[in-house]
Structures are given as structure tokens and as C-alpha cells.
């Protein structure tokens, strides 16, 4: 990544052309992605259109001759700031969606009127404002040997008062946001023991569900499985089938079959019929 | 028009804060003092009613004794209000026509007091009763006293107070509450005219004590001073029960007999009077509203006394005779110069007489368990002798046989009015021969004739503290007239306050004499034939004449006030109640509602997606960029 | 090379993203969509680093990256949560404030 924006940065002050190219490329692509982030339904979809905006506009500062501050974009914006939002969509819900439906009336015109306005506005108050061609930061950087050094001596000479307000700024900001996320148990957290006794206090014992076929002749999906005790397991059978009533009637002779083999008296032989073909029944003695 | 110096009150004179403040504490004394004063409240009101007559008595002496330019004073209290030009300080101005009033109202009130004291014997808020009507002497004193108009308009409110208090001083009873509020919101209409000729007169003058006013009238535009003069016509309306606005007297009779004696016969009506001839100095300059004047005068001269003539209440008819001697008063105060002094000497003498005529109803409802209806009296002259012979008096007085009193005023009057006016003499004339109809009627019918009373009605004569203050009365009523005309002059009195013009009639003095007392014997003799000749029915007939159905029900006074004033009324109120409910509470919740739907409409953008929530954002983020753009382009 | 061409790109992934985070429901993916949305973020700064000369740029696209990765950390911690208790990722479930 650094050796892209040195490169950048080396064009831009080679030649005006690269300056052009780079913002002809890196401007259509921030106003696209902004675009993207409005019109997105999904919330993570607008969060990473963001991300392309961010990305565009960092390349565009370091052309800017503002390296410095085209790496903290990438690295504070684009990597933590983003993330953050991500993290907190994922909390929120990651599948959360807006409706395209605007249910204040009037509200959608009018925002895009109005914010034409602003923007109107804006551009007849400033968009003309740069006389001549720009100056450059060459003699500024030169003369403290570099961005980043005339960048720390201004934060840490004229601005260190602002500087030292936005530091504590920061430690409040982390301080406000423990305290508004953090939650507040009342009860001690259950362990997974408690739980799943809780679980089993209520809704009683459950194990996985029967696979239809189990402790039967046949393994198709409408023959019932059966309980050890010779019953029918009725909900081996899917449900709406259960709910037509269409369960293959049990076999008898294998009823009683199983029953013996359950009381030991008997064991289980694989019986030759076409149709278990394939899948033994040899479970064995149980 | 005062043609003499106003003087600062000095001496005697600076005891004038005491004719108001003497009554008012007792007032105060026993409104505040409550139950603890009611064994001796009655008493301690009396003594302070008779204190106050006491120093007016003091001081109309030292004023007699001064020389006639020399008879004004005013006392200063307190400045009230001083805001800008706004000037209105608490004095209380003496002269001659205030003095008389308050020799009036002091001594017919404390005789009223000490009626009461028999009059309200068995009844348990006696005690209220005489605080009320020593606020009531309180008020009027202000009213006489104060020297400008906005002071005077507070013992106006006062009185209207005591008048609302004292009729419905038996609240429990509906028809007495209801009585009060009507004298009350009837007062209102006519207070209204009072506070804007109060606005008018500052306006104009700048100030509104009696001085500046006089003295600016002669400046001031003639529309101005007859607008002036209609308002305080209105106001005098309110007060004194002239039309229009006399349909509170009537109800006013709810009240105890003397309230009806002292406020609605001898003082609280009169203030109107008062009201009108010290404005003289507007009145003089505005011909249009001296004619108001006269007018309401007459109509409700004619008016009170048709009503009087139709009425079997007693204190009903009595008060129909009130209104209608008002309307002599105010048509007399309409003559100008002419007349002013005689509308003051009529009102002293009414005061007499009046007020004794209804302390003689008093004593008969007192000795009639409070029966009130004439047609069931009768023949009761031998069973209260003295309530029939000061009765009498007053009866002879009011329609102005000679030497009794209202023979002169009366006649000072009609000769007045004769010499002005046609219509206003013609009404006078007419007014006496009805007075004389009404005021027979009355007699016969209470005191001659069968016994109608059926039941347990054992009339007796009234006590002594209830019949002295009558034969105080009644002698007033007989002589007052004589003594004010030939022992000391009234004219000569007052004149320095109002001036005054002589009066020659063009049929010469002594033949109008002669013509109102032939008026007078018809309507005395229409009278007998009528009620005394026959039999008067114990039940009031019903196929009369439409006049005299119309009486009964005060000339549709009622009615009238009803149609145009209280239906109308109603229905705006109606409409307001109706466009409060659905328009403006309609639009009130109609955007509280709006606010609702639209919120709940909106609502719906809280879909709680966050899809739609960044839709939004992102909406709002182009919107920004967009608007950064146009900015920096 | 125009230089510009790479802001262009950068506008492009930043709109789609955009788009992405809008359009999608699962909250993962949209997450997705964001961090091409910084990445846009981080294309363009490196871009005008390179045409200005400067390490600037640079060192921010590194901070941003470290950010961004802290980011998702704590981000899908969460999603992991939310997972536990509501057993759904999609974004359009968390609806609550719904009236």
C-alpha cells in the first residue's frame, strides 16, 4: 500500500497530467460509491460502499500531497471506523434491510431538493474560490524534511492545545462507550449445565428425532420408525405426512420380530427383500 | 349686581365658619358615633341645628346694624384648590341674601328637629334619621354660604346626598329605594347642567367666585352668558323640581313627612331659586334666558297645580303644590330686576307655610296610622283641633288672603309679572284660582265632611313637641308677609344684592288686587260646591274627565320620562350588551380561537421524526449559505 | 489541474451525504452517511491546504478525524442501547416528541 502512495505521490508532483488522471479515476469512484451507500438496501452493503468511498478519497489526499493524512484515512477510517460500524450491524442484525417504502410524506423529495440546495449553494459560495493554480506543498514539507515532520510541528507547536483536548476527547469517548454498552447482570450468568437442565425441566426429555426406518423393515420415508417397546414413533414420519395420515402400515411378523429381539430372545438377521438392498439392519444385540 | 365692598369677616362676622361646622359635627357625631349615641343623638341634633340659628341670629343683627354698603364679608378658611389659574379657595361669603337664607333654613330646620323628635319617636333609627339631617343643614349652609360657584356646587351635591339619605331613609321598603335613587339620577341631569356652566364660567372669566363672575359678565359675548344662564337654568330644573325634570318630587314624598316639610318644601327646592337670583348679574345681560326662565316657570306653575287638584295622597298633592309655588318663585327670578326680590320673599313665606302645611299632614298621618289617603279622612277638625287650626293658617297663606303672608308676595308677583309679561301674568292669575281649588279640596276633604276612615284608626291629637313647632309655623305663615313688607322691608333689604325695579302694572295696582282675590273666592267656591256640598266618594270615581286622569298620573310625567328617556336607554344598553358579547367578545375569542387552530394546525410539524427535524436544518443550512451569497454579492 | 475541481467534489459527497442522512431509516447507515458528509468536510480543507501552501488545512482534516471517530464511537454505543431496549434500529421508531 505504501509503495502505491509513494508512487502516487511521486507522480503528482512530477507531472500534472498523473494528478488529473488519479482524480478523474478516484472522483467518478467516491461519488459512485457514495451513491451506492444511499441507495443500498442492506445496511452491510452500505457499509462497504462507504469503505470505496473512503479508499478513493484516501488516494485522492495523498495526490493531494497530504500523505499522512491519506494513511490515517485508510488506517483510522476505512480499517477501524468501519469495522466498528460492521461490528455493531452484526449486533444490530446483519440481515436488517430498509424498505424502499418512504412512510414520511414528502420527506424524499424534498431531502434530495433541498440538499441540492445546500449543495448549490455550497458550490456558488466556494466553487470558485481557488485563484490560479494551486501552490503546492513542496516548500512547506521541504522545510521540516517532510510531511509528517511539518505536520508535528504544527500539532505539537501552534495546535497542542487542541491537540491535548482531542486526546481527552478520545479517553471519553472510550469511557461513554463502555459505559453505554455495557450491560448490567442482575442474575449470575447460567452455566451450560443450568441450561440444559433447564431445557430438559421443560420441555422433557428429547433426543434427536427418529430418521424414519429406524428399528423397521423398510427405510422409506412413510414407514414410521418404532420404539423399542413395539410402538410407532410418529414423528419419524415428516409432518405434513403425518398431518395426511399416509404412514405405511407396520409389518407384523416384523413387529413381533423386534419385540423378541429387544426381550433377547432373538436375533436379528438381515432378511433378503429388494427393498433393503443396500442399508443393514445389523445393529446387533441391543 | 352688588353695589357694595366686599369686607374680610372680622368680630362677629368670623363666627360664619360655625353655621356650617356646628351641624356638620353633629352630623359627624352621630353617623360616626353609631348606636352608643342613640339615646341622645336627637337631642344633641337638635341643639346643634339651634346653635347654628343662633349665630345667624347673632350675626343678622350685627349686620342690621351696619349701613346697607356695608353688609358683605367674607371669611376665608382654607385655598382648596390652587392649580394654575385654577383658583378655588373655602370662604364664606356674607350678605344680606345669604343671611336670609340661612335664618330660614336654620330656624324652619331646627323646628322640623324638634318635630321629628315626636314624629320618629317609635322609630328605632331615630338617631340616623337626625344625622342625616344635620348633614342636610350642613350642605344647605354651604350652599348659601360659599362663595364661589364650585363651593356652592358642593353643598349642592351635599343636599342632594341628604335628599337621597332621607327619602330612602326607610331602605327596607322597595318603593322608598327606589324613590331615592330616582331623586337622585333626576338631581344628576340637572347637576350636569351646573358643572358646565361652572366650565363655561372659567373658561370665560378665568375664575368662578361670584365676584369675578359679576364683575366679567359685562365682557363676555351674549351667546356666551346665555348659555351660561340656560345651564344654570337646568340645574335649578334638577333642584327644585320644575319641568322637566320634576318627576322625582312625587316619589319623593316616600320619605318621612319632615323630610318632605323640610327639604321638599322649604329649603332643598328653593336652592334652585337661590341658584338663579344670586346669577343675577348673568341673567340681567340675557334676554333669551330670563325667557327660559319664565317659561319653566309657568308651565310648571300650571303644571304642579293641575296635578294638585287630581291627587288623593295627601303629601302628593301637597308636593304638586310644591312645584307649582316654585313656579311662581322661578317665573318671578325670570322677571329680572323686577321680580328677583319677590322670588325671594315668596320663598321665605312658602317656607312658612309650606312647611306647616306638611308638619299639619305629619300630625294627621301621625294620628291616621300613616294613612295617606285623603278620601279616607274626614270630619277629623274636632278630633285634632290644633293640627286643624295651624293647618288653616297655612291654608290661608298659600292662597294669599289678606293679611296672611303669601297674600303679599304673591300678589308682588302677579303685579310683577302683569307689568312684563301677558302669558306670565295670565298664568299667575289662573295659578292662584287653582291653588285656591286644590288647597280648599284638601281641607274639606281631610278635616269637614263623614268619617271615611274604616279600621282601627283612632285619631288623636299629636304631642306637644310635634304640635309647638306647627304653631311656631303657622304664626310665621300668618305674619311673615306683613312683617316683611310694613315692620321691616325686604325690598330694601335685598336690593344692594339684586337690584330692583319697580313694578307699575298698566290695569293699576289696586284693581289686580281685587282681580286675584275674585279669582281666588271662585276657585274657594267651586271647592265647597264640589266637595263640600256632596259627598266625597271613599273610593276615587273612575269616569272622570281625560284632564283629570291625566292629573292623576302627573300629567304624564311618568310616562314621558319613560318613553323618551328609559325605553331608549334600555335598548342602547341592549345593543351595547349584545355588540360587547358577540362583536368584541367575539373578537377576542374569535382570535384566541384562530390562535388555537392555527396552533393546532402547526402543530403538525412536530411529527417527532428526526428525519424531519433534519430536513429542517438542512433547509435552514441552504437558506443561510443563500442569504451569506446575496450578502456578500 | 484546477484545484477547484476538488471544492466541486467535496460539494458533490457533502449533498449525497446529505441526501443519505435524510432519506434512510436504519439509524447505522445513517450514521454512514455522516461520515461521508465529514469526509466531504475533510477533502475540502485538505484541497485549500494544498492550493494556499499552508499545512493548516491539514492538521484541521486530522483533528476532524479523530473527532469524527470519537464521534462514531459514542454514537453507535448509543444505537446499541436503543437496540437492546426498543429491539428496532430504525430511526423513524424513536418518535416520542411527536405532538
Not at chain 3, 488545512?57 to 454505543?77: K, N, P, R, T
Request: charged letters at 15%; a neutral charge; glycine letters at 10%.
Amino acid at each position: 500500500m505504501s509503495v502505491v502512495a509513494a508512487a502516487a505521490a511521486q507522480a503528482a508532483q512530477d507531472s500534472s497530467w498523473a494528478q488529473t488522471v488519479i482524480f478523474w479515476v478516484c472522483a467518478p469512484l467516491s461519488v459512485l460509491g457514495a451513491l451506492g451507500m444511499v441507495v443500498s438496501r442492506k445496511a452491510v452493503h452500505s457499509a462497504l460502499w462507504v469503505a470505496v468511498t473512503m479508499i478513493n478519497l484516501a488516494i485522492l489526499y495523498v495526490a493531494l500531497q497530504a500523505p499522512f493524512l491519506g494513511m490515517v484515512q485508510v488506517i483510522v477510517y476505512t480499517g477501524a471506523v468501519m469495522m466498528l460500524f460492521l461490528f455493531v450491524l452484526m449486533i444490530v442484525g446483519v440481515d436488517s434491510s430498509d424498505s424502499l417504502v418512504e412512510t414520511i410524506k414528502g420527506q424524499r423529495w424534498l431531502a434530495i431538493v433541498l440538499s441540492l440546495g445546500v449543495g448549490v449553494a455550497l458550490i456558488a459560495a466556494e466553487g470558485n474560490s481557488i485563484v490560479g493554480p494551486a501552490v503546492g506543498l513542496d516548500a512547506v514539507n521541504a522545510a521540516d524534511g517532510g510531511n509528517v515532520q511539518a505536520l508535528a510541528r504544527l500539532m505539537f507547536g501552534r495546535y497542542v492545545l487542541a491537540f491535548e483536548v482531542t486526546s481527552a476527547l478520545l479517553i471519553s469517548a472510550a469511557l461513554g462507550a463502555m459505559i453505554l454498552a455495557h450491560r448490567e447482570l442482575h442474575t449470575p450468568r447460567s452455566t451450560q449445565a443450568e441450561l440444559s437442565d433447564s431445557r430438559f425441566r421443560l420441555e422433557g426429555p428429547k433426543g434427536p428425532r427418529l430418521v424414519p426406518g429406524v428399528y423397521a423393515r423398510h427405510n422409506a420415508v412413510d414407514t414410521p420408525a418404532l420404539l423399542p417397546d413395539g410402538s410407532i414413533a410418529i414423528d419419524s414420519v415428516p409432518g405434513p405426512m403425518q398431518a395426511r395420515g399416509a404412514l405405511r402400515p407396520v409389518d407384523e411378523p416384523a413387529l413381533d420380530e423386534v419385540v423378541e429381539v429387544f426381550e433377547g430372545h432373538a436375533v436379528l438377521t438381515a432378511p433378503v427383500t429388494p427393498e433393503s438392498s443396500g442399508d443393514s439392519d445389523g445393529e446387533g444385540e441391543n | 349686581m352688588t353695589t357694595e365692598v366686599v369686607q374680610a369677616a372680622s368680630g362677629v362676622f368670623s363666627l360664619a365658619w360655625l353655621l356650617v361646622a356646628l351641624p356638620l359635627f353633629g352630623a359627624a357625631v352621630l353617623l360616626l358615633g353609631g348606636r352608643r349615641t342613640n339615646a341622645w343623638g336627637h337631642l344633641f341634633a337638635v341643639l346643634m341645628s339651634a346653635s347654628a340659628f343662633v349665630v345667624g341670629f347673632i350675626i343678622f343683627l350685627s349686620m342690621l346694624g351696619k349701613p346697607a354698603e356695608e353688609r358683605t364679608y367674607d371669611q376665608h378658611i382654607y385655598d382648596w384648590i390652587i392649580v394654575g389659574k385654577f383658583q378655588i379657595p373655602v370662604t364664606f361669603h356674607l350678605d344680606q341674601l345669604s343671611i336670609t337664607f340661612v335664618l330660614l333654613i336654620t330656624f324652619v330646620g331646627s323646628l322640623i328637629h324638634i318635630y321629628s323628635i315626636g314624629y320618629m319617636a317609635h322609630d328605632p333609627d331615630r338617631r340616623r334619621f337626625f344625622g342625616y339631617l344635620n348633614l342636610f343643614v350642613a350642605s344647605m349652609l354651604l350652599l348659601v354660604l360659599a362663595n364661589n360657584y364650585l363651593l356652592l356646587y358642593v353643598g349642592w351635591e351635599g343636599v342632594g346626598l341628604a335628599s337621597y339619605l332621607l327619602i330612602g331613609f326607610w331602605y327596607a321598603r322597595p318603593a322608598a329605594a327606589v324613590a331615592a335613587k330616582k331623586a337622585f339620577v333626576v338631581n344628576r341631569v340637572g347637576d350636569m347642567g351646573l358643572s358646565i356652566a361652572i366650565m363655561i364660567m372659567f373658561v370665560t372669566f378665568g375664575s368662578v367666585t361670584f365676584g369675578a363672575v359679576d364683575a366679567g359678565v359685562g365682557q363676555a359675548d351674549s351667546t356666551t352668558v346665555t348659555w351660561l344662564g340656560l345651564a344654570l337654568l337646568l340645574a335649578a330644573c334638577g333642584k327644585s323640581a320644575q319641568v322637566p325634570l320634576q318627576s322625582w318630587l312625587f316619589d319623593a314624598m316616600e320619605g318621612p313627612t319632615p323630610v318632605s316639610a323640610l327639604i321638599h318644601a322649604a329649603t332643598m327646592v328653593t336652592a334652585g331659586v337661590y341658584l338663579i337670583v344670586r346669577s343675577s348679574a348673568i341673567f340681567d345681560l340675557s334676554t333669551t334666558a330670563r325667557n327660559f326662565v319664565i317659561g319653566v316657570g309657568l308651565v310648571s306653575l300650571l303644571f304642579g297645580a293641575i296635578i294638585g287638584c287630581a291627587r288623593d295622597d295627601i303629601k302628593k298633592a301637597l308636593a304638586g303644590s310644591t312645584m307649582s309655588q316654585i313656579g311662581y318663585m322661578v317665573l318671578a327670578a325670570g322677571l329680572g330686576p323686577a321680580g328677583y326680590i319677590f322670588a325671594i320673599f315668596q320663598l321665605v313665606t312658602h317656607g312658612f307655610f309650606k312647611a306647616d302645611l306638611f308638619l299639619g299632614a305629619g300630625s294627621v298621618l301621625h294620628g291616621m296610622k300613616d294613612r295617606q289617603d285623603m278620601r279616607r279622612y274626614g270630619a277629623l277638625r274636632a278630633l285634632m283641633v290644633i293640627t286643624f287650626v295651624t293647618f288653616i293658617a297655612g291654608y290661608l297663606a298659600i292662597i294669599g288672603v289678606p293679611p296672611f303672608s303669601a297674600f303679599y308676595s304673591k300678589d308682588d308677583i302677579v303685579r310683577a309679572a302683569v307689568t312684563q309679561n301677558w302669558f306670565a301674568g295670565a298664568a299667575t292669575l289662573i295659578g292662584a284660582g287653582i291653588t285656591a281649588f286644590y288647597m280648599t279640596r284638601m281641607v274639606i276633604m281631610t278635616f269637614y265632611g263623614k268619617a271615611r276612615w274604616e279600621g282601627d284608626e283612632h285619631p288623636h291629637e299629636s304631642p306637644f313637641v310635634m304640635t309647638i313647632p306647627m304653631m311656631v309655623l303657622a304664626i310665621g305663615a300668618a305674619v311673615s308677609g306683613f312683617a316683611l313688607v310694613n315692620i321691616g322691608s325686604i325690598v330694601s333689604w335685598l336690593e344692594p344684592v339684586t337690584g330692583f325695579v319697580e313694578s307699575d302694572p298698566p290695569i293699576g295696582d289696586a284693581l289686580l288686587k281685587v282681580i286675584t282675590l275674585a279669582l281666588v273666592a271662585i276657585g274657594v267656591g267651586i271647592a265647597v260646591a264640589q266637595y263640600g256640598r256632596r259627598e266625597v266618594p271613599a273610593v276615587a270615581p273612575t269616569a272622570v274627565s281625560p284632564l283629570t286622569k291625566a292629573a292623576r298620573v302627573d300629567l304624564y310625567g311618568d310616562a314621558f320620562n319613560e318613553a323618551v328617556f328609559m325605553r331608549p336607554g334600555q335598548y342602547l344598553t341592549r345593543v351595547l350588551v349584545f355588540f360587547d358579547n358577540k362583536i368584541i367578545d367575539g373578537a377576542v375569542n374569535g382570535s384566541a380561537a384562530l390562535i388555537g387552530g392555527l396552533s393546532g394546525r402547526w402543530r403538525r410539524w412536530q411529527t417527532g421524526y428526526v428525519r424531519t427535524y433534519a430536513l429542517s436544518m438542512v433547509g435552514g443550512v441552504c437558506l443561510v449559505i443563500a442569504v451569506l451569497l446575496l450578502v456578500r454579492l | 489541474m484546477d484545484p477547484n475541481a476538488y471544492v466541486l467534489l467535496s460539494a458533490i459527497l457533502f449533498t449525497i451525504g446529505s441526501v443519505g442522512v435524510l432519506v434512510r431509516r436504519n439509524a447505522i447507515v445513517m450514521f454512514m452517511c455522516v461520515e461521508v458528509m465529514l469526509n466531504a468536510a475533510n477533502l475540502a480543507f485538505v484541497s485549500f491546504a494544498h492550493a494556499n501552501g499552508n499545512l493548516d488545512g491539514q492538521a484541521i482534516a486530522f483533528f476532524v478525524m479523530v473527532v469524527a471517530a470519537s464521534e462514531v464511537v459514542v454514537g453507535l454505543a448509543i444505537i446499541m442501547t436503543i437496540f437492546r431496549t426498543r429491539r428496532s434500529a430504525s430511526v423513524d421508531e424513536e418518535n416520542l416528541l411527536k405532538y
